[in-house]
């Protein structure tokens, strides 16, 4: 069975979970169920329901707000204060500047693989892919960047074929 989640996501779930421990958890109960009954893919849900975990000690500081969509894209949340509609977008900060530089290389990357995509086909790719790398994954220099990028490129189009 392929795991949908990683172990430093359940790890780090945890750890949230632990420090929000002393806080009510019966509205997080009331989201994850709201949660679990959309349509999202399952991956998506576990994002939404860690997200709900981060906003915990917003709601427990802000018990008033009242939240309306649990399920929406951009922004993650939408909640309702007095009568006025607020738009959440949670962000995770993250300040080891290795893993900043990874995750700006894997976007871009990314973004390539996209183009190229979109370039023959843009309605046939559409879609959410999960594709696993191998931990020792190289992309310092330009060449191992490209290579990656069509690894990329293939793998979705094999998936697709």
Do not use: W
Not at 68 to 92: H, M, Q, R, V, Y
Request: with cysteine; aromatic share 10%; charged share 35%.
């Amino acid at each position: 069975m392929k795991k949908t989640f990683s172990d430093e996501d359940l790890i780090k779930n945890l750890s949230l979970y632990y420090l929000n421990r002393h806080l009510k958890k019966k509205p997080i109960e009331k989201y994850h169920r709201t949660i679990d009954e959309s349509p999202l893919h399952d991956r998506e849900k576990y994002r939404k329901k860690s997200e709900i975990l981060l906003l915990n000690s917003f709601m427990h500081h802000f018990p008033d707000v009242k939240f309306e969509n649990f399920t929406c894209e951009s922004p993650d949340f939408i909640a309702k204060l007095n009568d006025k509609k607020i738009g959440i977008e949670l962000t995770e900060v993250i300040n080891h500047l290795e893993m900043k530089k990874v995750e700006s290389t894997l976007n871009k990357m990314f973004r390539q693989a996209e183009i190229l995509l979109e370039q023959e086909d843009t309605t046939k790719y559409r879609g959410v892919y999960f594709l696993e790398f191998h931990p020792n994954i190289k992309f310092d220099n330009l060449e191992e960047q490209e290579e990656n990028i069509i690894n990329i490129y293939r793998s979705i189009k094999k998936i697709k074929e």
